[in-house]
């Protein structure tokens, strides 16, 4: 009833049951055992709606206009975060400032040590993947982070994990390709729905 009252004025109520089907039966999730499956539905789809499939379609309108974009899932849980056991929103600072505590594992501090150099390289070069030595870069990382593209088999990412749950690697398909096609409806009709007001808006601002 819920993702009915959010997404079906703008999807439809056909289109937002199979959204709410795939969020409550295709999910997986760490088992804690106050959250529900339902629970789990919520957070994911929040989740997506914005963040994660917001992210995913600024990154294609960026593309559209040439530049060059690259994204990242973190899917590591800090270990110290026993409760709750999930990777939040801003959950990546720690790692890329290399500023995660004294309770970090050996493998967190890996990880941290491969995010703070990507996001180096990139500040320094315009690049995450480093540059010729010769113009300063001396060590270029291990895994080659895949440039986001428009065609649909370029539309890569990099997931960064510690090693024993896969390590950092490139994913060479579309980011939560089914909920992030019913998001990104979502989100263009809404903004369609919103021009107006925003053409209002900022003839008020003029």
Not at 18 to 24: Q, V
Not at 46 to 62: G, H, I, P, R, V
């Amino acid at each position: 009833q819920a993702f009915q009252k959010w997404y079906g004025p703008v999807i439809g109520a056909v289109r937002t049951d199979a959204a709410a089907r795939l969020y409550l039966a295709n999910e997986t999730h760490p088992e804690v055992w106050n959250l529900s499956n339902a629970w789990w539905a919520a957070e994911r789809s929040m989740t997506d709606q914005a963040f994660a499939c917001a992210a995913k379609f600024a990154s294609e309108q960026l593309a559209t206009h040439g530049l060059k974009v690259f994204q990242y899932h973190l899917t590591h849980a800090f270990s110290a975060d026993k409760e709750y056991p999930v990777v939040y929103h801003g959950a990546e600072t720690p790692y890329v400032f290399y500023d995660l505590g004294a309770k970090a594992t050996a493998e967190e501090t890996a990880l941290a040590q491969q995010m703070a150099s990507y996001c180096h390289r990139h500040a320094a070069f315009g690049t995450p993947n480093g540059v010729h030595p010769r113009d300063g870069d001396s060590d270029a990382p291990a895994v080659h982070w895949p440039q986001f593209e428009l065609s649909a088999e370029q539309r890569a990412y990099l997931r960064l994990d510690i090693a024993t749950a896969g390590g950092v690697r490139p994913v060479q398909k579309p980011f939560r390709m089914a909920s992030c096609a019913f998001m990104g409806e979502w989100l263009e009709k809404e903004l369609a729905s919103a021009e107006p007001q925003l053409a209002v808006a900022a003839v008020v601002l003029v």
